[in-house]
């Protein structure tokens, strides 16, 4: 709230708002690349062969990299310049693309998915810091951030249709030629439109806690992925404990730091523990389902790519729907228990997903998908908005990066755990009968996709079909689950105040 001596904040022109919608273009982007492989995943295999392990790894190495590399790409930003990082980044994932189009085999296509993840990392936080900055009004930051907002779940959804249409007319390294044009876009764009701006740029980087950062959060993203789809052997621990053991030590450094990577002490407070959490569960539940739900489409209902695409539609309309409203749904509830309704309303549709697994009408299927839309629609936006208000301008940039790690770990370790619990519960429930070709069965153990696409006995392939519908309806019930268990944290821990947009806490 601004006090009446102090003068009103500039409010953004036309210059700003053509600038925010080369950054939602961005962001849109990051969020297809996270999502558009996912329908890929058939033509794919036939092409290159993938292990199971490797199809695991090419879906989800992208977000591994990001999310390790967010936190120090965000503080560079600060210092070099949100606008410079931005531009860079954009030429490197242009470059990172066309490698992975003409990918020839699965280990060049993990690596240059890595490199994208790198790119990806310098783009996040400056496109949401930018916004933090041209944005100095706080309604008019509430509307640029539900357009950010829009523009990530967006992408996130729209990223199998964009898939189906490519791959309904090109072959599977099309879904990243895409990615060249948007990019030339930005690089064109955005040296006129977007302005620069810096954070504290008097410190440099610490590069022990950068790598410390990198090396808590991918053995343990490991360890579960290795667990539930190889099964528990002793790397299972070591790699767990390493980094957790390797978390800590970067938690106590960045305590003991005058200019810390990661600014800890902003966890001590509820709202932003509370809102980064919610955060990351949304999207954790939200692109989980959504990585083995579009293959469930193809595989399972026999959908074409560009049909399964349509068909995860509804979530994208919804999503976007969500600005519209969201503004007057906070300042009404208040942004704690706006948050948690979202993120029960996410629970709702998920619950409605797995009702609807078996049936052979879309419609459930389709309204479950919209309500999943609006709950976790609503739950980004307001948690992303409360997180880059709640610091002072120049550290937006690292609490940009902070929201950001909770996005895109979510997406990491949806992708990981949520495909490995699906991956434990379809080859529990593969009850193949007796005489079953030996190679059949291995086939079907190790993935419905190839099954589907090699195998010739009808039995295997059906049973195998019915293991897999089956595991996404589990799958559907335990994200829900955490969603729900996320909500009611949401309402006790996030404070509501009423009919107030955003608090600005620029002057701190």
Known sequence: MTSPSTPAPPRAGRREWSALAVLVLVVMLL???????????????????????????????????????????????DRIGRKRLLLIGSATFGIASAIAAFSPNPEILIATRALLGIAGATLMPSTLSIVRAMFADAKQRTTAIAIWSAGAMAG?????????VLLEHFWWGSVFLI?????ALVLIAGPILIPESHGDTSQRVDLVSSVLSIVAIVPVVY????????????????????????????????????????????????????????????????????????????????????????????????????????????????????????????????????????????????????????????????????????????????????????????????????GSIHLAMY???????????????????????VTVGTVTDPVVVDHARTAFATAVQTTSYVAAALLFVAAVVAWRVIPSPRNVTVVDHGAH
Do not use: C
């Open 31 to 77: 969020a297809v690349d996270g999502t558009v492989l996912h329908l890929a995943v058939p033509s794919l295999t036939a092409d290159i062969s993938p292990s199971a392990t490797q199809l695991l790894w090419i879906g989800d190495i992208y977000s591994f990299v990001l999310a390790g590399l967010l936190i120090t790409m965000g503080n560079v930003a």
């Open 156 to 164: 996130a959804a729209v990223g199998p249709l964009v898939g189906g």
């Open 427 to 449: 080859r529990s429930h593969l009850d193949l009968p007796s005489g079953t070709d030996p190679s059949d069965a291995a086939t079907a153990e190790a993935s419905l996709a």
């Open 223 to 418: 360890a579960v992925k290795h667990w539930v789809g190889s099964g528990w052997d002793l790397s299972v621990p070591i790699f767990a404990l390493a980094g957790v053991a390797f978390g800590a030590i970067f938690v106590r450094r960045q305590l003991r730091l005058t200019h810390p990577l990661l600014d800890i002490s902003l966890f001590r407070v509820p709202a932003f523990a509370g809102t980064v959490a919610a955060n990351g569960l949304a999207i954790f539940a939200f692109v989980g389902l959504l990585y083995f739900f579009s293959q469930y489409l193809q595989l399972v209902r026999g959908y074409g790519p560009l049909q399964a695409g349509s068909a995860e539609l509804p979530t994208t309309l919804a999503s976007m729907v969500v600005v519209v409203f969201v503004g007057a749904l906070g300042a009404r509830l208040g942004a704690g228990r706006a948050i948690a309704l979202g993120l029960a309303v996410g629970a709702v549709g998920l619950v409605g997903m797995g009702l609807t697994t078996f049936r052979p009408s879309y419609l459930g299927l389709g309204i479950a998908l919209v309500v999943v839309g609006l709950g976790i629609g609503v739950t980004m936006t307001l948690s992303t908005d409360a997180v880059v208000s709640a610091v002072p301008e120049q550290r937006a940039g690292a609490a940009s990066a902070i929201s950001e790690t909770a996005y895109e770990l979510g997406v990491a370790l949806g992708i990981a755990v949520l």
């Open 179 to 183: 990615n060249l044009p948007i990019m």
